[in-house]
């Protein structure tokens, strides 16, 4: 008796969620990704499942990280990407691909520039000593290696800043150019405008503003904004050098003038006025 209930109750979920699903893929017919809710390729779970595609062996000269001629097993990335999104549904011109890492390291790049390229994801060096699958990679002194995926490119110059190489990456993130830019512009504020040029350019891949942004470093507004806890000279001369107040920091010296620190923060400071 009790079985037949449960049965019973098992199938009315069922079909419950069968109604409510098939109710959300009518509502996302909608062919522009701007007003899509934000789409993403999880490439641990596509891996389980077998989707990744084929092997193959790719050669990396220059590789950025290693700083020489590398050979990794891959799978090639912008297949993956074609098989898994139809990109007849997206403005290209206005997506973002955002690569979401291990730490919480997020950095973008157009979506149109990703496209233009061979990319693959690395998920073995060739040449790793036995037992591991990576040459260990030394980054401020600590060994990392390069699990689960390193996206690398063979027809692009490691040079190429536009271009990034981002290792540990869990995910493909496609947010709207637009959707980013209109939370945290300063839209009525010529002198916050300078400072978010430059934040958008330098600090959002490890830094967010209203939960937009990388998650390695903390976020700068909210609830609390940085200017309302930190001097403000303090604050510019930390931007300019990090290391100069924390042992062992891991924010980068990024190469900031005192002047674009300043300007920096007057833009956190007209965010402080603009939380969530
Ligand atoms: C590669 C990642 C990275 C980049 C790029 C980066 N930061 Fe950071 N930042 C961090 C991390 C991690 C911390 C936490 C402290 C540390 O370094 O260990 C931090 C700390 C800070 C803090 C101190 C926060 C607090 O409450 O103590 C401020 C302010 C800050 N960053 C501002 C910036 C600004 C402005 C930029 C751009 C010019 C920037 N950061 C670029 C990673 C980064």
Redesign the pocket.
């Known amino acids: 008796m009790k079985t037949v209930k449960i049965n019973f109750l098992v199938s009315c979920l069922f079909i419950f969620c069968f109604l409510s699903c098939n109710q959300q893929k009518d509502q996302k017919i909608k062919p522009i990704v701007n007003t899509q809710p934000e789409m993403e390729l999880d490439l641990l779970a596509l891996q389980a499942k077998n989707k990744l595609g084929k092997d193959t062996v790719v050669t990396i000269v220059n590789d950025p990280v290693y700083h020489k001629t590398k050979k990794y097993h891959a799978v090639n990335a912008l297949l993956l990407l074609k098989n898994e999104i139809d990109l007849s549904k997206v403005n290209i011109k206005n997506t973002l691909i955002v690569f979401e890492c291990i730490d919480g390291?997020k950095p973008e790049m157009p979506l149109e520039l990703f496209l233009n390229a061979k990319s693959y994801l690395a998920f073995k060096d060739v040449d790793a000593p036995k037992g591991s699958n990576w040459e260990k990679i030394i980054k401020n002194g600590n060994e990392m290696n390069a699990d689960p995926f390193y996206l690398v490119y063979t027809s692009v110059s490691s040079d190429n800043q536009e271009y990034k190489w981002p290792y540990n990456v869990i995910k493909f993130h496609f947010v709207s150019k637009n959707k980013n830019i209109e939370a945290l512009q300063p839209k009525d504020d010529k002198k916050a405008m300078k400072g978010f040029v430059?934040?958008q350019k330098?600090?959002i891949?490890?830094?967010a503003i209203n939960g937009i942004g990388?998650e390695?470093?903390?976020e700068?507004n909210y609830p609390k904004s940085?200017t309302e806890?930190?001097k403000e000279s303090e604050?510019i001369d930390?931007?300019v050098n990090?290391a100069s107040f924390?042992h062992k920091?891991?924010?980068?010296t990024?190469g900031?003038t005192k002047q674009q620190?300043q300007q920096?923060v007057d833009y956190?400071k007209y965010m402080s006025k603009n939380k969530i």
Not at 249 to 252: G, R, T
């Open positions: 390291y430059l934040f330098q600090c891949t490890c830094h990388g390695m470093g903390p700068l940085v806890y930190w604050l930390y931007i990090p924390r920091v891991k924010m980068p990024l900031i620190s920096i956190l």
